[in-house]
């Protein structure tokens, strides 16, 4: 299992923006797909955004096309979301998560995860 290390969450108002990284210390993380996924309390975790390792796919939930931009940085070995017009119902625990194969949004396909960050929209 790889180590992953997600961080740039905090308290924003609504409307506002967040970035948040995902970085992995002992591994190359452009090797792999990398996706979003977040969990509210009493809720499902779900997809958010992914990307693949070449970059050519990106998928974003419904709930957040238009507003969420993935991309990855392979000399600082990070992945980004940024995160824009942010609703309360965007407030989460995110969590970044890699593996080999496609972009998806189904958690099932990701053996490796990040511990989280918290991302709360409040006024």
């Known amino acids: 299992q790889l180590q992953l290390v997600e961080s740039g969450g905090g308290l924003v108002q609504p409307g506002g923006s967040l970035r948040l990284s995902c970085t992995a210390a002992?591994?190359?993380?452009?090797?792999?797909?990398v996706a979003w996924f977040r969990q509210a309390p009493g809720k499902e975790r779900e997809g958010v955004s992914c990307i693949s390792s070449s970059r050519a796919s990106k998928k974003y939930a419904d709930s957040v096309t238009g507003r969420f931009t993935i991309s990855r940085d392979k000399a600082k070995n990070t992945v980004y979301l940024q995160m824009n017009n942010l609703k309360p119902e965007d407030a989460a625990i995110y969590y970044c998560?890699?593996?080999?194969?496609?972009?998806?949004?189904?958690?099932?396909?990701?053996?490796?995860w990040g511990q989280g960050t918290q991302v709360t929209v409040s006024s």
């Open positions: 998560a890699a593996d080999y194969g496609d972009c998806t949004l189904k958690e099932i396909f990701f053996g490796s």
């Open positions: 002992e591994f190359t993380l452009d090797y792999f797909s």
